[in-house]
Nanobody
Framework: VQLVESGGGLVQAGDSLRISCAAT????????MGWFRQAPGKEREFVAS????????RYGDSVRGRFTISSDNAKSTLYLQMENLKPEDTAVYYC?????????????????WGQGTQVTVSS
């Protein structure tokens, strides 16, 4: 199984950015997929998830209303659209999959991880 993130970069506060995750090596059609992030000196935190099968979505409190998670099943690709970015959104963003129908925020239940993509928001 491989999860490969792309699309990170340096943006200014208030800008938008979309990051992607190409998923291969497994049928993710019934799995939970999502995004976590880790800022320097902080623990990794849950950002957003969706259940690839029933399309239910969840968001962390700090991004709800600004970020949107989506997927293209035909391309086996997961997206995170980020709007109104803030300097505190600066982090390495990780794509993850549970390998099950679970799609909650308990990091210990997420089995597959990408290498991460850096998002930096300048003020």
């Amino acid at each position: 199984v491989q999860l490969v993130e792309s699309g990170g970069g340096l943006v200014q506060a208030g800008d938008s950015l979309r990051i992607s995750c190409a998923a291969t090596g497994r049928d993710f059609s019934r799995d939970g997929m999502g995004w976590f992030r880790q800022a320097p000196g902080k623990e990794r935190e849950f950002v957003a998830s969706l259940s690839w099968g029933n399309r239910n979505t969840r968001y962390g409190d700090s991004v709800r209303g600004r970020f949107t998670i989506s997927s293209d099943n035909a391309k086996s690709t997961l997206y995170l659209q980020m709007e109104n970015l803030k300097p505190e959104d600066t982090a390495v963003y990780y794509c993850a999959g549970t390998g099950s129908t679970y799609s909650g925020w308990d990091e210990s239940r997420w089995k597959y991880w990408g290498q991460g993509t850096q998002v930096t928001v300048s003020s």
